[in-house]
């Protein structure tokens, strides 16, 4: 789960989510950094999946590893990944262990705007139960924490009703935002249709043009990752003192371990660790999981999950007071992902285009908790590439200049009074998550391919795993974001 957040002007204070490394990085022009998994290829492999007699010699060889047991073990500690140890801790008896490569929010999680939106999701689609019921679920939670007291969801969260505007600004789009709204009132969401003049009344500094409008949507809401983080984590580690709870950070898997006798897969083992799950093992390492599957089964396990990372920018502007929004605000372009080179004209199409490596930006801005103005987004596929492209940058201020005219009269330096946040979204070709027992080996669950919308399907996720692990029927229909018939391979014995 790892991203680099590469910050151009003052050190932000240091907190238990950021890594030192990540923290010692201060300008774009060099950066470069290595995933968790940077030591692969370059020294020491990663180990396949073996038996415990394997692991028990390697482990003697190259000094004892510690041993624990528990009853799930979870590798990756991202958003989706603590979020499915909470939900086994509070609603089962079950114990968790959680390891990851890196820390919570070093990477997409903390690389992100925090939407828990609506409006560019699509009623009917077979994403949309999910996302309907993790949106409830992170309502009940901010009312939940905003009852006790403290600063409530805001605080705890980050947890604004901002509410959301998508912005076109043709008739083409006007007419898109039009039925957008009506499908969705239709769904039951409260969703209003706006005019040029409407939405002006609303965003005074927003300008699209005489033919253009928007769609509002009110109850949508924001979260700061970082701060729903330290909540849940606090969570989790209150289970610590019953022995329910461990957690192995800067820690990598390596592989997995299966019984000598039965042949089922009963452990992990990380660079320090070997961690037993009785009950099972989810796998939720985001961008990595395809790259951590290869290494973790044997070659007649042939069947691959196609997530991949798809790249994004996001331009962090400190006290910027030249722009005033009073919603979060997202062009109608983004739903469809809409291509731009970096001069901002158009391409026509994605599909070809994305795959080699063409850069897709779309206006995104909130304001964080803290008031600064976040401007994205960008999508593109470079690998596991760790290095702010200014041009990049440069194409998502330029982009969000045409919507917000008071930007053009603004001088921008890349270096001056900016964040810079890189994170890599686990991309699925189909656009949607993968959550599913792998077949024939029963007790390895996997959960990714949620690209961009990790925060928002988290909750709903780890309601649907632990459900899943429990064997009892699904609150939301598991067929959508299963492995079989989705995938081509053999899936071992």
Known sequence: ??????????????????????????????????????????GRPLLALRHRSQAQAAAAAAGAAEASHHDVVVVGAGIVGLAIARHLLLHTSLSVAIADAAVPCSGATGAGQGYIWMSHRTPGTDTWELALRSKQLWEELATEVDGQGGGGAREKLGWMRTGSLLVGRSS???????????????????????????LHALEPALSVGKDGGAMFLPQDCQIDAFQAVSLIEKTNNSYSSEGRYREFYNDPAMSLIRSDVTGKVEAVQTSRNILYGRKAFVIASGAWTRSLLHSFVEPALTLDIPVKPRKGHLLVLEKFDKVKLNHALMEVGYVDHQITKSNSTHIASESSEDELGALSVSMTATLDTKGNLVLGSSREFKGFSREVDRSVVQCIWERA???????????FDIDQNTQIRIGHRPYMPDGKPVIDFIPNLSNILIATGHEGSGLTLALGTAEMVTDMILGNPGKVSYSPFSIKRRFSGNFGK
């Open 401 to 411: 200049g045409e919507f917000f005219p008071a930007m053009k009269n603004v001088s």
């Open 1 to 42: 789960m790892d991203a680099t957040m590469a910050f151009t002007s003052g050190s932000p204070t240091p907190t238990r989510f950021y890594s030192s490394a990540l923290l010692s990085l201060r300008t774009p022009k060099s950066l470069s950094v290595y995933g968790p998994w940077r030591w692969r290829g370059r």
């Open 172 to 198: 083409e789009e006007l007419g898109t935002l039009d039925e957008r709204t009506k499908a969705l009132s239709q769904a039951g969401i409260h969703a209003e249709f706006l005019s040029a003049s409407s």
